[in-house]
């Protein structure tokens, strides 16, 4: 029986980065993965294909509403989905060929196959062919990630209801598609087919889109998606969707009550994500998980069983890749004694539509509800130079500082690049800057983030300089 020191199961932004630190640390380690291909949803179905997609949508796009305006003439623009498709498949192939590099650059063991605990030190690995291997191991990290919700009474046949996973492969370019939820993963695939010509229908329970976020983002980002042709029917809640021919039809009720319906050809259902544990034998190990099956871990990921850890989407907060490899490191250097930490406050959200929305920190909805004076200072993009002179004059960036010491204690931004820019507030937070820091220290003009101090000095006694 192959011993190892650490054992990682799924191989997704979590998994394989805890794998690698274990690895540096000294560790004998093997990951196993139940897919041909290593890199989990992220790379595979999720954060990088969707990215792609953006990205080509987002040239298109450009070359059809600006570039004529830069002095660049085009004729019959098309849209060669097909190319557009292969393309993202080729960005996927070399992320995935990446992470088998850095398995086998950290001397990794890659065990393809489904992990099922025997006991909470042996490890069962099933592959699709041959015989299942047990394995044994001083520590076991569980990263095996999350799947798509869905809402009671609608079957997901991936067909016309479909995931993000089929949204990401369809075969042309539908004429009509209905969003089920306005978060992250929903608005960010809207607007790769909005782009292309679809005609996009969003249907939200909550009052606003991206509602865990500042309502003030939410508010613009609605806003600039109208531009591209979304219809937003917000405070409706679901109760069925239908596969109708060619098509499909969604039925609702409005905050009136009233019963309305909405057809497409085809539904995406973006409702969130639940966590995955599905044939780990988590009960073979006494590994407990709490009633929305989320593994119960403390304060360092461990679980009630000595020497299984669990990070990523299957452990309560954000399902973000980026949470779930600092929650590898972190579990990585905790079992060789070392004193990491998570700040999960400053863990930044963002979603890549056009323009892009970040944020870290305290929203001012939570503010208010904690009884925390604050001050506020904002800046918006159609005063940027910068922003100007590449025509994306939408968005703001919003500074949240405390009002007595002046610390920070959110950034909330929606524009150009927010995405790349949110890293200086989160840099700022972490090491408790305040606005006046950030107000103080230069910043290349023109830039994007000049906005970021402008907003910082909006936070000191209305110092902005060019508002």
């Given at each position: 029986?192959?011993?190892?020191?650490?054992?990682?199961?799924?191989?997704?932004p979590?998994?394989y980065?805890?794998?690698?630190?274990?690895?540096?640390?000294?560790?004998?380690?093997?990951?196993?993965?139940?897919?041909?291909?290593?890199?989990g949803?992220?790379?595979?179905v999720?954060?990088?294909?969707?990215?792609a997609?953006?990205d080509?949508?987002?040239?298109?796009?450009?070359?059809e509403?600006?570039?004529e305006?830069?002095g660049?003439g085009?004729?019959?623009?098309?849209?060669?989905?097909?190319?557009?498709?292969?393309?993202?498949?080729d960005?996927v192939k070399?992320?995935?060929?990446g992470?088998?590099?850095?398995?086998?650059?950290?001397?990794?063991?890659?065990?393809?196959?489904?992990?099922?605990?025997?006991?909470?030190?042996?490890?069962?690995v099933?592959?699709?062919k041959?015989?299942?291997e047990?394995?044994?191991t001083?520590?076991?990290?569980i990263?095996?990630?999350s799947?798509?919700?869905?809402?009671?009474g609608?079957?997901?046949?991936?067909?016309r209801i479909?995931t993000?996973?089929?949204?990401?492969?369809?075969?042309?370019?539908?004429?009509?598609?209905?969003?089920?939820g306005?978060g992250?993963i929903?608005?960010?695939?809207?607007s790769?087919y909005?782009r292309?010509?679809?005609?996009?229908?969003?249907?939200?329970?909550?009052?606003?889109i991206?509602?865990?976020?500042?309502?003030?983002?939410g508010?613009e980002?609605?806003?600039?998606?109208?531009?591209i042709?979304?219809?937003f029917?917000?405070?409706?809640?679901v109760?069925g969707?239908?596969t109708?021919?060619?098509?499909?039809?969604?039925?609702?009720?409005?905050?009136?009550g009233?019963?309305?319906?909405f057809?497409?050809d085809?539904?995406?259902?973006?409702?969130?994500?639940?966590?995955y544990t599905?044939?780990?034998?988590l009960?073979?190990?006494?590994v407990?998980?709490?009633?929305?099956?989320?593994?119960?871990?403390?304060?360092q990921l461990?679980?009630?069983?000595?020497?299984?850890?669990a990070?990523?989407?299957?452990?309560k907060?954000?399902?973000?890749?980026?949470k779930?490899?600092?929650e590898?490191?972190?579990?990585?250097?905790?079992?060789v004694?070392?004193?990491?930490?998570?700040?999960y406050?400053?863990?930044?959200?963002?979603?890549?539509t056009?323009?892009?929305?970040?944020?870290v920190?305290?929203?001012e909805?939570?503010?208010?509800?904690?009884?925390?004076?604050?001050?506020?200072?904002?800046?918006?993009?159609r005063?940027?130079?910068r922003?100007?002179?590449?025509m994306?004059?939408?968005g703001?960036?919003?500074?949240?500082?405390?009002?007595?010491?002046?610390?920070?204690?959110?950034?909330h931004?929606?524009g150009p690049?927010?995405?790349?820019?949110?890293?200086e507030?989160?840099?700022?937070?972490?090491?408790?800057a305040?606005?006046?820091?950030?107000?103080?220290?230069c910043?290349?003009?023109?830039?994007?983030?000049?906005?970021?101090k402008?907003?910082?000095?909006?936070?000191?006694?209305?110092?902005?300089?060019h508002a």
């Amino acid at each position: 029986m192959k011993k190892y020191d650490v054992v990682v199961i799924g191989s997704g932004p979590g998994g394989y980065v805890a794998a690698i630190r274990c690895a540096q640390l000294g560790k004998k380690v093997a990951i196993i993965e139940k897919y041909d291909t290593l890199g989990g949803t992220c790379a595979n179905v999720g954060c990088i294909p969707s990215k792609a997609l953006l990205d080509s949508s987002e040239h298109f796009h450009n070359a059809e509403t600006k570039f004529e305006a830069h002095g660049i003439g085009l004729s019959n623009l098309k849209v060669d989905f097909k190319q557009m498709v292969a393309r993202k498949d080729d960005v996927v192939k070399g992320t995935v060929a990446g992470v088998s590099y850095l398995m086998g650059k950290n001397k990794i063991d890659v065990l393809q196959g489904v992990g099922s605990f025997k006991n909470a030190t042996q490890i069962v690995v099933t592959p699709d062919k041959g015989d299942p291997e047990t394995i044994e191991t001083e520590k076991t990290i569980i990263a095996t990630g999350s799947k798509p919700s869905s809402l009671p009474g609608i079957e997901i046949d991936k067909k016309r209801i479909i995931t993000s996973t089929e949204a990401l492969n369809l075969t042309g370019i539908p004429k009509k598609l209905i969003l089920i939820g306005g978060g992250v993963i929903g608005l960010e695939l809207g607007s790769v087919y909005a782009r292309l010509g679809t005609e996009i229908t969003v249907i939200e329970y909550m009052d606003s889109i991206i509602a865990t976020m500042d309502k003030s983002l939410g508010k613009e980002l609605q806003r600039t998606l109208k531009k591209i042709g979304f219809k937003f029917n917000l405070s409706h809640k679901v109760t069925g969707a239908v596969t109708k021919g060619n098509g499909v039809v969604v039925s609702a009720k409005n905050k009136k009550g009233e019963a309305v319906e909405f057809e497409a050809d085809y539904c995406l259902m973006a409702v969130g994500r639940k966590p995955y544990t599905d044939g780990l034998g988590l009960e073979n190990a006494g590994v407990e998980v709490d009633k929305r099956g989320m593994i119960a871990t403390n304060d360092q990921l461990e679980t009630n069983v000595a020497g299984i850890y669990a990070i990523g989407d299957v452990v309560k907060g954000a399902m973000l890749a980026h949470k779930a490899e600092e929650e590898g490191v972190f579990v990585a250097e905790s079992i060789v004694g070392q004193k990491p930490h998570i700040n999960y406050n400053l863990i930044p959200g963002v979603i890549y539509t056009w323009p892009e929305v970040a944020a870290v920190g305290q929203t001012e909805e939570q503010l208010k509800e904690a009884g925390i004076a604050y001050k506020s200072g904002s800046f918006q993009f159609r005063a940027s130079g910068r922003a100007r002179a590449s025509m994306d004059l939408d968005g703001f960036v919003k500074i949240l500082a405390d009002k007595e010491t002046d610390e920070i204690l959110g950034v909330h931004m929606i524009g150009p690049r927010a995405a790349d820019m949110i890293a200086e507030g989160v840099v700022a937070m972490e090491y408790r800057a305040s606005a006046e820091d950030i107000a103080r220290f230069c910043h290349a003009h023109p830039t994007f983030t000049e906005a970021i101090k402008e907003a910082a000095l909006g936070c000191t006694a209305d110092r902005a300089i060019h508002a």
